[in-house]
């Protein structure tokens, strides 16, 4: 292979460069090479460490984003129930008690008519949910039983005696801890929000 051929930048006596041959060996282009290899790996390895730190920016920067996305949509959503989940607590729910009062009534009946087929049940109840239980208890088998009005009872209570045993049936409890807890849970969320 022939010699490497560099300028030199010296001028002869004639004014005009001359170009001189300087032999390269072996270890000299090895050298240059497993500088230039060095080199390149060094610009290759900082090139991927900046690439992985940008990726990594970024990605940390949409996850924030989507954490104050869902965040942001939770509090709308929370905010736009509130409201409904509160009126469908304080108007519908206690329509809704009233009316389940006479079948639950009758469910606690049964099991209680079985036990004793000849005592009569003695029913309490507001006066109020009187209709609604008669008309119930008189599409079907009932046991023998014994209505007794008691105003001081609320319109979705009513207390079943049968001998020595009472059970108490309490909607307007189920009713007033429902509606509790959702104005407790929304009353939580308002104060989250920022």
């Known amino acids: 292979m022939p010699g490497l051929r560099l300028e030199v930048f010296e001028l002869t006596e ?4 001359k170009a001189e ?4 060996t072996e270890e000299a282009r090895l050298q240059g090479y497993e500088q230039g290899y060095a080199a390149g790996w060094e610009d290759a390895v900082a090139a991927q460490s900046a690439e ?15 954490s ?3 965040e942001e949509a939770r509090v ?3 905010t736009a129930l509130g409201p409904f989940l509160q009126q469908l ?6 329509e809704i008690a009233r009316a389940a009062l006479a079948p639950v009534v009758q469910e606690t009946l049964l099991p209680l008519a079985a036990q004793a087929s ?3 049940v003695i029913l309490r109840i507001n006066p109020v949910a009187r209709r609604h239980v008669e008309d119930l208890l008189a599409r079907g088998p009932s046991p023998p039983l014994q209505i007794e ?9 009513a207390y079943l005696r049968l001998g020595d045993c009472e059970t108490l049936v309490d909607l307007d409890r189920a009713t007033a801890t429902l509606t509790t807890a959702v104005r407790d849970f929304f009353s939580l969320t308002a104060q989250e929000r920022p």
Do not use: C, D, I, K
């Open 21 to 24: 041959t300087v032999p390269v």
């Open 76 to 78: 709308h959503v929370m």
């Open 52 to 66: 992985q730190a940008r990726l990594q920016a970024e990605l940390a920067r949409n996850l924030q984003s989507l």
């Open 89 to 94: 607590v304080t108007r519908l729910l206690p």
């Open 68 to 70: 104050f996305t869902f």
């Open 14 to 17: 004639s004014g005009v460069a």
């Open 149 to 157: 009005e008691e105003p001081t009872l609320g319109e979705g209570q």
């Open 118 to 120: 000849e005592s009569p």
